[in-house]
């Protein structure tokens, strides 16, 4: 959908201009790292009540984080939000008076949760597009099931920790042009160098503490010892890789093809031999490598 389509046919039906700039400006956040330090709390009987819109910050799992609600409506930016369903609402909105197309989110409840010392509602579950629509056309508020969560102050506190942790390393690795990427059943991660694979490393990726079961102190402090092992590797391996380049640099031209060939020849021995010990070698040669390729090209 074109947003200056849907911008108009707001206007025409009465949302006020101030309200559609402030959804073009408000983003939709992530409720996961809430949901990590949040415990949900039981009930016998589900809440059900009005929930004010301005209170709902998220789409859950649907939306896309930092991505203004206004664009998850015109499905600009996101593969998350169902087409068909926005395309749907639209033609009802067409039709109906702003009213009688807001008066539908006052009776069929969408799913919601509320995190409580924080105080705001994400989608949870059921309900993003209608949540989505409510607010866009600036329906007051939205009829729901509430479930609800308190924050853990000892999870947050490791939570915390691991923040700190995760944006010191990843200075780490902007520094030495490593990025991360895909892990392996949580506990190996394919790192990149100037976004050329280096091998799977012993190492926790972030994304596996996306759990809040893994979110423990001794988790993060195996995860330090990772981090340290890993830059003593990287550390060797950047040794190696000048060296290689010192050594190509002082072979004649007419040698340097054979010579990578033998260093290639060797690069499977140093992977393997040693139990792993000479693995810095073999890193700091496709490292060597990537540099070389990058230049040339």
């Not at 069929?108 to 509320?114: E, P, T």
């Not at 902007?174 to 990427?181: E, R, T």
């Not at 139990?275 to 490598?289: A, P, S, T």
Request: net charge positive; charged share 30%.
């Amino acid at each position: 959908m074109m947003k200056d389509v849907l911008y108009q046919t707001l206007l025409e039906k009465g949302v006020p201009d101030s309200h559609i700039n402030k959804m073009r400006e408000t983003l939709n956040i992530s409720k996961e790292p809430y949901q990590i330090y949040y415990d949900e709390i039981s009930e016998d009987k589900k809440t059900y009540r009005h929930v004010p819109l301005s209170k709902v910050k998220s789409l859950g799992f649907r939306g896309t984080s930092g991505l203004s609600w206004f664009d998850h409506a015109c499905y600009n930016g996101t593969d998350n939000i169902d087409i068909g369903r926005c395309n749907k609402a639209y033609k009802h909105l067409k039709k109906q008076s702003l009213e009688e197309f807001q008066a539908y989110y006052k009776r069929s409840a969408v799913k919601l949760i509320h995190f409580e010392d924080a105080d705001f509602y994400a989608v949870y579950g059921d309900g993003t597009h209608r949540t989505l629509w409510a607010k866009v056309t600036g329906a007051p508020t939205i009829y729901a099931a509430i479930t609800k969560a308190t924050k853990n102050d000892e999870r947050y506190q490791t939570y915390r920790r691991f923040k700190t942790m995760e944006k010191e390393f990843n200075a780490y690795l902007k520094g030495h042009k490593l990025d991360w990427g895909e892990d392996y059943d949580g506990k190996f991660t394919d790192i990149a160098y100037q976004g050329k694979s280096i091998g799977y490393q012993i190492l926790y990726s972030p994304h596996s503490f996306s759990s809040k079961y893994r979110f423990t102190n001794q988790r993060l402090d195996d995860w330090k010892l990772q981090q340290e092992q890993f830059k003593a590797d990287i550390s060797k391996a950047l040794q190696s890789k000048k060296k290689f380049q010192i050594i190509m640099r002082l072979t004649p031209q007419k040698l340097k093809s054979k010579l990578l060939s033998f260093f290639d020849y060797r690069r499977d021995q140093w992977m393997f031999s040693d139990e792993g010990k000479l693995k810095f070698k073999q890193i700091g040669f496709d490292m060597f490598c990537i540099d070389q390729k990058n230049t040339t090209s």
